[in-house]
């Protein structure tokens, strides 16, 4: 329960931005006030329309295999180390591809393969790999973010971290909480 | 159990905003509706990456610190399988713009760089994995090689050999006495394998020439209606006079429209069977007891009429004698499609783009960055170098830069 009113909060964080849902800051971009650009030419140019739009409609999985590094990278275990053998074997209902058996890459992200995700998160957020690396959470939420996101934790993440797990008071649940919550994000899994 | 999927359906909609989304990889080419029966179509801009007027120089992108980030955070992830390290964070920081393009050509020499590259192709090329003892794997093994060992991109196609599975070069799977890099892997034969050739044509161009039939005959110059079989002379429902193909099938009554080009490109594969092999014996007559489009024993139908034709495996590949799928891979590799075409898979890959999205991305922008990528050259580019170009050109960061103010 208190991991899904997180990943809602971390989910919703991304929401909007599409397959650039990485910033949190509210700054405008001042791109176009410096660059002479499709929004900005030289006084003496006609505007140029935009090259291409971004497909915000969707938003997408980032494709499996760069879903498998992440992962790796974030608990500093080799892609086929036993943490992962549910992720492994759910492959291709996670989107992984064999054209040779007719599976093509399927990176829409519904809420049947959310469930598959996260039910594959849980050896991933128990694992001795994770604990070595985070020992505890929130405690380690920062070094946990910056692996996962690439970016340090910013104050409106930590506000939905303390509310989520307010009266959360055992270790244990609040750790795996948080992880499944943090590894099952649209930032973490999308673009 | 009710609740628990409410909640994810709840944090579904809130992460995605749109709810549940499909992603369509492959539309029907949009290009074969309205043809004239004249085939003097020239449907589309003709791509000329040696325009006199496009600048040499790289352009100089002017950013911000969080714009430069923001930017290659969108990006990073397709292109280098990662996000952002903290040093990039802080190069960003301290550079902005100018830190943008040092970053992208950095991850060039990463493993995940050669990841994504294998991981787009397979997507174009519709080849992964394994059936019937056919090696799906052939064609990303090629491109992760050319792309880790910096080989120029057209080698794709061009490639004198094949790399197998212990990462070694070999010999390509077909058993053609010629190599053409993807080509000439069972993957892409068998994967594509179709009536008359259709599929492997249709392949060939999208993939490596973005483009669907019929395309512009500046390009392909159409055959001679006499040189193809009657069912394809026809422009129009009087001129059919083969009576399987009255029904107006695939492109309606206008066969010529279509065919007077994909004649041209389906020969090059009249030898090689539905299984991916090279067939000597070939002949490409239509089996009188077969499907329509189908030769004997798993071989498919020329389009030509002519006898000797019909078993020859050269052709004419954008109006150039082509002795066989190598010849014409050549060329096709030195055409003004070729490179504009893989900025624009590149940006569809990134970016998620159906090929119905990727068909609107402005044809300038593709040959503006295809000469800038190839005139920095003293061969032909590599992947590496057009995706540096791509990413480093202002108007491309302008549209994801302006996609985050409008998505505020």
Same mark, same amino acid.
């Given at each position: 329960?208190?991991?899904?009113?997180?990943?809602?909060?971390?989910?919703?964080?991304?929401?909007?931005?599409?397959?650039?849902?990485?910033?949190?800051?509210?700054?405008?971009?001042?791109?176009?006030?410096?660059?002479?650009?499709?929004?900005? %030419?030289?006084?003496?140019?006609?505007?140029?329309?935009?090259?291409?739009?971004?497909?915000?409609?969707?938003?997408?999985?980032?494709?499996?295999?760069?879903?498998?590094?992440?992962?790796?990278?974030?608990?500093?275990?080799?892609?086929?180390?036993?943490?992962?053998?549910?992720?492994?074997?759910?492959?291709?209902?996670?989107?992984?591809?064999?054209?040779?058996?007719?599976?093509?890459?399927?990176?829409?992200?519904?809420?049947?393969?959310?469930?598959?995700?996260?039910?594959?998160?849980? %050896?991933?957020?128990?694992?001795?790999?994770?604990?070595?690396?985070? %020992?505890?959470?929130?405690?380690?939420?920062?070094?946990?973010?910056?692996?996962?996101?690439?970016?340090?934790?910013?104050?409106?993440?930590?506000?939905?971290?303390?509310?989520?797990?307010?009266?959360?008071?055992? %270790?244990?649940?609040?750790?795996?909480?948080?992880?499944?919550?943090?590894?099952?994000?649209?930032?973490?899994?999308?673009? | 159990?009710?609740?628990?999927?409410?909640?994810?359906?709840? +944090?579904?909609?809130?992460?995605?905003?749109?709810?549940?989304? @499909?992603?369509?990889?492959?539309?029907?080419?949009?290009?074969?509706?309205?043809?004239?029966?004249?085939?003097?179509?020239?449907?589309?801009?003709?791509?000329?990456?040696?325009?006199?007027?496009?600048?040499?120089?790289?352009?100089?992108?002017?950013?911000?610190?969080?714009?430069?980030?923001?930017?290659?955070?969108?990006?990073?992830?397709?292109?280098?399988?990662?996000?952002?390290?903290?040093?990039?964070?802080?190069?960003?920081?301290?550079?902005?713009?100018?830190?943008?393009?040092?970053?992208?050509?950095?991850?060039? @020499?990463?493993?995940?760089?050669?990841?994504?590259?294998?991981?787009?192709?397979?997507?174009?090329?519709?080849?992964?994995?394994?059936?019937?003892?056919?090696?799906?794997?052939?064609?990303?093994?090629?491109?992760?090689?050319?792309?880790?060992?910096?080989?120029?991109?057209?080698?794709?196609?061009?490639?004198?050999?094949?790399?197998?599975?212990?990462?070694?070069?070999?010999?390509?799977? +077909?058993?053609?006495?010629?190599?053409?890099?993807?080509?000439?892997?069972?993957?892409?034969?068998?994967?594509?394998?179709?009536?008359?050739?259709?599929?492997?044509?249709?392949?060939?161009?999208?993939?490596?020439?973005?483009?669907?039939?019929?395309?512009?005959?500046?390009?392909?110059?159409?055959?001679?209606?006499?040189?193809?079989?009657?069912?394809?002379?026809?422009?129009?429902?009087?001129?059919?006079?083969?009576?399987?193909?009255?029904?107006?099938?695939?492109?309606?009554?206008?066969?010529?429209?279509?065919?007077?080009?994909?004649?041209?490109?389906?020969?090059?594969?009249?030898?090689?069977?539905?299984?991916?092999?090279?067939?000597?014996?070939?002949?490409?007559?239509?089996?009188?007891?077969?499907?329509?489009?189908?030769?004997?024993?798993?071989?498919?139908?020329?389009?030509?009429?002519?006898?000797?034709?019909?078993?020859?495996?050269?052709?004419?590949?954008?109006?150039?004698?082509?002795?066989?799928?190598?010849?014409?891979?050549?060329?096709?590799?030195?055409?003004?499609?070729?490179?504009?075409?893989?900025?624009?898979?590149?940006?569809?890959?990134?970016?998620?783009?159906?090929?119905?999205?990727?068909?609107?991305?402005?044809?300038?922008?593709? @040959?503006?960055?295809?000469?800038?990528?190839?005139? +920095?050259?003293?061969?032909?580019?590599?992947?590496?170098?057009?995706?540096?170009?791509?990413?480093?050109?202002?108007?491309?960061?302008?549209?994801?830069?302006?996609?985050?103010?409008?998505?505020?």
């Amino acid at each position: 329960m208190r991991f899904w009113i997180l990943c809602l909060a971390l989910g919703a964080v991304g929401c909007g931005d599409g397959q650039l849902a990485m910033l949190q800051d509210d700054a405008t971009s001042n791109f176009s006030e410096s660059l002479p650009s499709a929004q900005n %030419p030289p006084a003496d140019e006609e505007p140029l329309p935009p090259a291409f739009t971004l497909p915000r409609e969707y938003a997408q999985l980032l494709p499996f295999h760069v879903r498998m590094k992440k992962l790796a990278s974030v608990t500093g275990a080799d892609t086929q180390d036993p943490m992962f053998d549910l992720v492994i074997r759910n492959r291709y209902g996670l989107g992984d591809h064999n054209f040779g058996q007719g599976v093509g890459a399927d990176l829409t992200w519904s809420a049947a393969k959310m469930s598959v995700w996260v039910r594959a998160m849980q %050896p991933v957020c128990a694992s001795e790999a994770m604990r070595n690396r985070y %020992p505890s959470l929130p405690e380690h939420l920062n070094e946990l973010a910056v692996a996962a996101y690439g970016r340090e934790v910013n104050q409106e993440d930590l506000e939905l971290v303390d509310d989520a797990i307010a009266d959360v008071t055992d %270790p244990e649940q609040r750790y795996e909480a948080i992880c499944l919550a943090m590894l099952s994000s649209m930032e973490f899994v999308g673009r | 159990m009710n609740h628990t999927i409410a909640l994810i359906a709840l +944090s579904l909609g809130l992460s995605a905003c749109k709810g549940e989304v @499909s992603l369509n990889t492959d539309p029907a080419p949009a290009a074969t509706q309205t043809t004239p029966t004249t085939p003097a179509a020239t449907p589309t801009t003709p791509i000329n990456t040696a325009d006199p007027g496009v600048p040499n120089a790289a352009p100089k992108l002017v950013l911000n610190a969080d714009d430069a980030t923001y930017y290659l955070r969108s990006i990073s992830q397709m292109l280098v399988s990662r996000p952002l390290t903290a040093s990039e964070n802080d190069q960003l920081q301290r550079e902005g713009g100018d830190a943008v393009r040092p970053i992208i050509e950095a991850w060039t @020499s990463e493993p995940g760089f050669v990841d994504a590259a294998k991981y787009m192709m397979q997507q174009k090329l519709k080849a992964s994995g394994d059936r019937d003892g056919i090696d799906f794997e052939a064609p990303g093994r090629l491109v992760a090689h050319l792309v880790a060992n910096n080989r120029p991109w057209s080698e794709v196609i061009t490639s004198d050999y094949c790399i197998d599975a212990t990462g070694a070069q070999a010999d390509c799977d +077909s058993g053609a006495p010629y190599r053409a890099g993807v080509l000439t892997t069972r993957a892409f034969l068998a994967g594509n394998a179709s009536r008359f050739n259709l599929g492997r044509a249709s392949r060939l161009m999208k993939v490596f020439a973005c483009r669907a039939y019929p395309m512009e005959d500046t390009l392909q110059p159409y055959l001679p209606k006499e040189t193809l079989i009657p069912m394809f002379r026809a422009s129009n429902a009087e001129e059919q006079t083969v009576e399987e193909a009255k029904g107006a099938f695939g492109n309606g009554d206008e066969c010529y429209s279509c065919h007077g080009q994909f004649g041209a490109h389906a020969q090059f594969f009249v030898k090689f069977d539905q299984t991916g092999m090279w067939r000597s014996d070939a002949t490409g007559v239509q089996d009188p007891n077969g499907e329509l489009g189908r030769s004997v024993d798993g071989l498919m139908t020329s389009h030509m009429e002519d006898m000797s034709a019909k078993a020859f495996e050269g052709s004419k590949m954008f109006g150039k004698d082509a002795a066989n799928l190598r010849e014409a891979a050549q060329t096709l590799a030195e055409s003004r499609a070729f490179v504009p075409c893989a900025v624009r898979n590149v940006i569809e890959y990134t970016f998620g783009m159906t090929d119905s999205e990727g068909e609107e991305i402005d044809r300038e922008l593709l @040959s503006t960055v295809a000469a800038r990528a190839t005139m +920095s050259q003293t061969v032909d580019p590599t992947l590496a170098t057009i995706i540096v170009e791509t990413f480093t050109d202002p108007r491309v960061v302008d549209v994801v830069i302006s996609a985050r103010g409008g998505l505020q």
